[in-house]
T-cell receptor, first 112, second 111 residues
Framework: NAGVTQTPKFQVLKTGQSMTLQCAQDMNHEYMSWYRQDPGMGLRLIHYSVGAGITDQGEVPNGYNVSRSTTEDFPLRLLSAAPSQTSVYFC???????????FGDGTRLSIL | SQQGEEDPQALSIQEGENATMNCSYKTSINNLQWYRQNSGRGLVHLILIRSNEREKHSGRLRVTLDTSKKSSSLLITASRAADTASYFCATVMDSNYQLIWGAGTKLIIKP
């Protein structure tokens, strides 16, 4: 049982480049979410999904897109990377909103 | 917007001692959750306490919730070196079931 799998674990980008952070879960969870974690701050919600085909914005959605074509996968796309997007990104899933979250091990992203 | 605030920001104690962390929040909640994060890893759920509960136990963990004071505490008894981690509280808002995270308490257990 893999849980939540995020790839890649590390990535360095140049300003203006785009990329997709992958997230997959094998627990048949309906709710999935993306967070960013910055030093000294709590997790901030970027986007979330309550099921396949349904996505919504969180607290800090600007510069990011998501899609949810299957229950298992919830990729996060950076449209045009900016240094302010340097952060650690976590994907999480749960069987319903407000329930305990299962986290991946994160993607550490640096934008130069 | 940050609803949960942990206190202290950092805590260093000797192995075997008890560790207490606190979380305060601002609005009505459905439940409150505590998570642990080891260095370089994702968060791991520890315990959930509902708004109508006052205390909950799980192994060496004890969580209390005081809705009148809008605060919660996490007590780790008989601490071990393996408890060294950051601990986060997340409040689930009654209005939309969104999780709002605190900035965490960094706990160091000295052998």
């Amino acid at each position: 049982n893999a849980g939540v799998t995020q790839t890649p674990k590390f990535q360095v980008l140049k300003t203006g480049q785009s990329m997709t952070l992958q997230c997959a879960q094998d627990m048949n969870h309906e709710y999935m979410s993306w967070y960013r974690q910055d030093p000294g701050m709590g997790l901030r919600l970027i986007h979330y999904s309550v099921g396949a085909g349904i996505t919504d914005q969180g607290e800090v959605p600007n510069g990011y897109n998501v899609s949810r074509s299957t229950t298992e996968d919830f990729p996060l796309r950076l449209l045009s990377a900016a240094p302010s997007q340097t952060s650690v990104y976590f994907c999480a899933s749960s069987y319903d909103r407000g329930q305990p979250q299962h986290f991946g091990d994160g993607t550490r992203l640096s934008i130069l | 917007s940050q609803q949960g605030e942990e206190d202290p920001q950092a805590l260093s104690i000797q192995e075997g001692e008890n560790a207490t962390m606190n979380c305060s929040y601002k609005t009505s909640i459905n439940n409150l959750q505590w998570y642990r994060q080891n260095s370089g890893r994702g968060l791991v759920h520890l315990i959930l306490i509902r708004s109508n509960e006052r205390e909950k136990h799980s192994g060496r963990l004890r969580v209390t919730l005081d809705t009148s004071k809008k605060s919660s505490s996490l007590l780790i008894t008989a601490s071990r070196a393996a408890d060294t981690a950051s601990y986060f509280c997340a409040t689930v808002m009654d209005s939309n079931y969104q999780l709002i995270w605190g900035a965490g308490t960094k706990l160091i257990i000295k052998p």
